[in-house]
């Protein structure tokens, strides 16, 4: 395969994937000496203090442990050096991630993946640890499938990844949010306003529902939900009658603006209506408790799970437990957020 790369010669990825993937025995995972990490996809808080704990987990128990830069890109381009104990000193609190990030499109083409796992044998990595999203781990998968054995960890504030419960961030991210809100909710009461605040979540609604019920929204909306802009403003004109003076929106920014919401809304009831777009304010700053203790849990087991020879797994979060699955099946799960949250959040607004 590696031939085929140096010389060029380069074969469909998936027909090569799929053709190697077939040989790998699984029974007999290879000896591991170096292992590698990168975080890939968008930052979260906590990714520090993940690769923290994987490179002291991994220094203790006798790994050659390998720093990549830039996530996937950095691989392609073989940014990477050691990382010895000492090197992660003082990260554990600090959000981002300080081998930095990136949504890489030379992973896209089979020449990146090839060079990518080109550069693991240069640099001495047997297996590499992945902290982000599906969408990294759909990438680690391509890795692991030509026989470069992986791991990953769930980082992203969305909480979106299918295998887990929990991913790390999303603690981080939603107190984030909800400070902000609250700091809103004081200037919309004493405007008598309607405040319509966009939280992140592209795809996802885990920070708008959750932060929603936080701070007592009178209507979260979320891309998992179709909505309409007359139930909207029908909500609006109910709570107005019961007394109420001020109102809360929570949009996660997959579900729709609040500029153009905020704008309708005043159009239709005459309420004074505000937009506040949180943004990558919600990406940053130092991890909460719960990313902390999560992410160190969950750096040991990846460290764990290669010392036991379980490879190519995804570690997880389920019913009050750190485990691991398979990155197939973890990648072939679907995850449906709580319908009855979202109803039961309408029992208190
Ligand atoms: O990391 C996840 C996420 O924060 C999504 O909620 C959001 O849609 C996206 O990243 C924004 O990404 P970018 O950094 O490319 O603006």
Redesign the pocket.
């Given at each position: 395969m590696f031939e085929e790369y140096v010389n060029g010669n380069l074969p469909n990825l998936k027909e090569m994937v799929a053709k190697n993937y077939d040989k790998v025995d699984r029974s007999a995972e290879p000896e591991v000496h170096g292992i590698g990490i990168l975080t890939s996809?968008?930052?979260?808080p906590g990714m520090n203090a993940t690769i923290r704990a994987v490179v002291r987990a991994g220094t203790k128990a006798g790994y050659k442990m390998m720093g990549v830069t830039r996530g996937y890109h950095g691989l392609w381009k073989g940014e990477i050096k050691e990382l010895g104990h000492r090197d992660v000193s003082e990260t554990l609190q600090r959000g981002g991630t300080f081998l930095m990030t990136a949504?890489s499109k030379t992973w896209e083409t089979p020449e990146g993946v090839l060079k990518g796992a080109k550069n693991c044998e240069v640099f001495g990595i047997d297996c590499m640890v992945v902290i982000g999203?599906d969408g990294s781990f759909k990438g680690a998968r391509d890795l692991a499938r030509i026989g470069i054995p992986v791991i990953g960890i769930p980082g992203?504030?969305?909480n979106d990844v299918a295998s887990t419960q929990y991913t790390i961030g999303y603690d981080t991210a939603m107190n984030t949010a909800m400070e902000a809100i609250d700091k809103l909710r004081d200037t919309a009461s004493s405007h008598e306003r309607c405040s319509v605040i966009e939280v992140?979540?592209?795809?996802?609604g885990y920070?708008a529902l959750n932060v929603g019920i936080a701070t007592g929204a009178e209507l979260i909306l979320i891309p998992e939900v179709p909505w309409d802009m007359k139930d909207v403003i029908k909500t609006i004109l109910d709570c107005r009658n019961k007394g109420k003076r001020h109102y809360i929106v929570i949009v996660a920014?997959?579900a729709g603006s609040a500029t153009d919401i905020a704008k309708q809304i005043e159009e239709a009831t005459e309420i004074e209506s505000r937009p506040t777009i949180l943004g990558?304010l919600?990406?940053g700053g130092s991890p909460t408790l719960r990313d902390r203790t999560m992410a160190s849990l969950m750096g040991i087991r990846a460290i764990e799970c290669i010392q036991d020879k379980r490879l190519n797994r995804l570690v997880v979060y389920r019913n009050g437990e750190i485990s691991d699955v398979d990155i197939e099946e973890g990648l072939s799960l679907t995850k449906t957020i709580s319908m009855e949250d979202l109803e039961r959040s309408k029992l208190l607004s």
């Open positions: 996809g968008g930052d979260a949504r999203g992203t504030i969305d992140m979540g592209r795809h996802a920070i920014e997959g990558h919600q990406r």
